[in-house]
Each structure stands twice: as C-alpha cells, then as structure tokens.
C-alpha cells in the first residue's frame, strides 16, 4: 500500500524567503507523484507532477521539486515566497499501473509573512 | 484545457431532504471519475471511483445507499445526498481522470453542503 508523509501541517515563511515543504512517500516502486494547492474553499489545482521523466520538475507559479529516489522524497520548493502562495498544499502520490486512485498526504498550510 | 466544474458551489438544505451535485468536465471525457469528502482543516478522503456505464466502488464505510452515484455519460457524475443529516454538513469535491498518457486527476471547484 502507497502512503504520503508531510512534514510539518504548519509552515510560515517571510515574503520572499525560500518555501520548503515537505513530502516523503512510501511505494514498493516509483510511483507518480504531485503537488496540489488549495486556496480557501475552492478545489485542488495541480501545481506539477513527476511522471519519471526527469527528477527535477518544474510547476506553476515558480515552484519545482525533486524526485529523490535514495531518500523516497518529493519536496516542493519557490525560491521567494509571495504572499499570493499562502494556501494549502497536498502532496498525492498514484500507483504506475492498476489503480488510478490518488493517496493524498495531510496537507501543509503555508503562510507568508510580510 | 482539462476544466471541471461542480454544480451547486453551495448548497443549504432541511435535514432529512436530499441534494444532488453535479460534476462535469467541460473539455475532455472523463472515463473515471471521484468523489471526495474534505472535513475542515483536513485532508481529501476518498468516497467513490464511478466508472462511466458502471456502478460506483466506494471505500470502505462510505454508505453507498445514501451517497448515490451515477456517472451516466463520459461528461458527467452525480452525487446524490440522500435523508441528509447535519454530520454530512462538507465540503465535496469531484474530480475526473484525463487519459493515460496524462496521469493527474482534474478537480473541480467542490460544493459546500450545509444541513440544517
């Protein structure tokens, strides 16, 4: 069975400074994986996704993350947050094949301060 | 491309009625879609896989007879909340899978259901 850790329910960041969240998850194989972001009571947008095409993916809105197979990890980073980032985001991860499924991680809120 | 939308955004009903919402992707069929339950400050739990021309999976401890699905065309699922009561107040989103060669699932913009 698949399953998303992320670290940290709570982030805060100053205006500009680097976004890290973090995302580790658990697969027999590399599955795909993605990055959601949810602002207040609205749906889940897709920020990127790893599809084992290169480890380093670039998204939406500046931010990218690494596929890092050694250490099952997936983090999200933006070099400079912008206050527009604050939201929620959810880490997913799907099996290759078989089940289409999403397993979702808790999800990370990020706030930006000024 | 790859819109989904959700139909009511909100909803406020009498317990005990019953509410429809309606998913639909607007610029792609959606072979598979999903219906998802989100709690506040909480994150998505998945209620049902509806296949297109065939009955919902639902996951487990999802009661099947009061949250009625049907996916009757390759554009549109609907989610039925049947004798609602207050605990199924939420937020539900739908989401809807493109093709294989593009992975993610596509979600629409949810429906907050308040039962009085």
């Known amino acids: 069975a698949q399953s998303v850790t992320q670290l940290g329910s709570h982030v805060s960041v100053s205006e500009g400074a680097l976004v890290l969240l973090r995302c580790n998850y658990s697969s027999s194989v590399p599955p795909y994986l993605f990055w959601y972001v949810q602002y207040p009571n609205q749906g889940l947008q897709l920020l990127l996704k790893?599809?084992?095409?290169?480890?380093l993916v670039k998204g939406i809105n500046g931010f990218e993350a690494e596929f890092k197979k050694s250490e099952t990890s997936f983090h999200l980073t933006k070099p400079s947050a912008h206050m527009s980032d604050a939201a929620e985001y959810f880490c997913a991860v799907r099996p290759w094949a078989g089940s289409y499924q999403l397993t979702f991680g808790k999800g990370t809120k990020l706030s930006v301060i000024p | 491309g790859a819109v989904v939308s959700q139909h009511p955004s909100r909803v406020i009903c009498k317990s005990g009625t019953s509410v429809k919402i309606e998913c639909r992707s607007l610029d792609f069929q959606a072979t598979t879609m999903f219906w998802y339950r989100q709690f506040p400050k909480k994150s998505l739990m998945l209620m049902a896989t509806s296949n297109e021309g065939s009955k919902a999976t639902y996951e487990q401890g999802v009661e099947k007879d009061k949250f009625l699905i049907n996916h009757a065309s390759l554009t549109l699922s609907t989610l039925t909340v049947t004798s609602a009561h207050p605990e199924d107040s939420s937020f539900y989103i739908c989401?809807?899978?493109?093709?294989?060669?593009?992975?993610?699932?596509?979600f629409g913009p949810g429906t907050r259901l308040t039962v009085l």
């Open positions: 989401s809807a899978r493109g093709t294989d060669a593009a992975p993610e699932q596509f």
């Open positions: 790893y599809t084992s095409a290169a480890t």
